[in-house]
């Protein structure tokens, strides 16, 4: 049986396959303004692109309406769930956003409408075919686009998210800040043995369906796992920390932070909303040489 948490032993060639089809596929950008959305401080448009299959895929792109620019990036790649929002106020002032609603997700959802929960184990048994490389090529379409604007700032962006994020930290170095919870991917195939919440429990209700396929299962989350992507990380990097003892905790992400290729901080959650929200945002700010801005009338 294989060790869940190898490497592949093709690991660059699976990867380097979807920067080759992307490079092979127009990204054929479409934005059209959002008034609603938008005021004196953001300009907010939605903005369609291709990305591998072909698929085209949607987002939310805003630029500050004051200052001249250019103006410091933000790439927000999208969690797990149907419907991705307006990146959040205070950033659509700061900085030149996108947030990647990438294939499935509402208003990406034409042909193809993913199922929650079910999105985790669609093509499951086959790399090739597992959903998340194809999600993962949407969030660097993403990366490129934002990357490609006159109005960013390219010595100065960051990208948010989960595991989605630090896979396109990796495959697009061009970012310089990184800031990723929530990861999903690491050591999956123990995780999932350890929680009955979702999306973790649909490899679960997947494999008591399908218990011979647990090997081709494993084989296929292995290639998303953050632990063999971040030592291509040079950016500095926050990494927000669970409790002990958790599949969020410092003892369980540890080889991940010692993997990093660049700066890591660990950050540890307080579990406190406003107080985490407001650490990270001033963090965030810091490095992208902004001011800090709470969510929040005051924190309790």
Not at 123 to 148: H, K, M, Q, T, W
Not at 228 to 257: C, F, K, P
């Amino acid at each position: 049986m294989t060790n869940h948490t190898d490497r592949p032993a093709d690991f660059e060639s699976y990867w380097d396959a979807v920067d080759q089809q992307l490079a092979a596929i127009p990204a054929a950008p479409e934005l059209d303004l959002l008034p609603i959305r938008s005021n004196e401080h953001c300009d907010v448009y939605s903005v369609r692109l291709t990305s591998v299959g072909p698929y085209r895929i949607f987002g939310y792109f805003s630029v500050p309406g004051k200052g001249s620019g250019p103006f410091p990036g933000m790439l927000l790649t999208p969690g797990y769930g149907s419907v991705k929002a307006v990146p959040d106020y205070n950033d659509r002032m700061r900085y030149v956003t996108l947030q990647v609603i990438h294939r499935g997700q509402r208003l990406a959802d034409k042909p193809y409408a993913a199922a929650y929960p079910g999105l985790m184990t669609e093509g499951i048994d086959d790399p090739e075919n597992y959903i998340f490389r194809d999600i993962v090529a949407d969030c660097l379409r993403g990366a490129e686009f934002l990357l490609s604007r006159p109005e960013v700032d390219t010595n100065n962006v960051a990208v948010m998210g989960n595991d989605l994020a630090l896979i396109t930290a990796a495959r697009r170095p061009q970012f310089s800040i990184v800031q990723a919870a929530d990861l999903m991917f690491h050591r999956l195939m123990e995780a999932r043995m350890r929680t009955e919440a979702y999306p973790l429990e649909e490899i679960n209700e997947y494999l008591r369906t399908h218990p011979e396929r647990e090997e081709a299962v494993a084989r296929s989350v292995a290639y998303l796992d953050p632990v063999h992507h971040v030592g291509n990380i040079t950016a500095t990097t926050s990494l927000s920390i669970g409790d002990q003892g958790s599949t969020a905790g410092a003892d369980w992400l540890e080889r991940v932070s010692k993997n990093f290729g660049g700066p890591v901080e660990n950050y540890q959650l307080t579990h406190e909303g406003g107080t985490d929200h407001d650490t990270v945002d001033a963090w965030m700010a810091e490095k992208l040489g902004s001011q800090p801005m709470s969510r929040f009338m005051t924190t309790v």
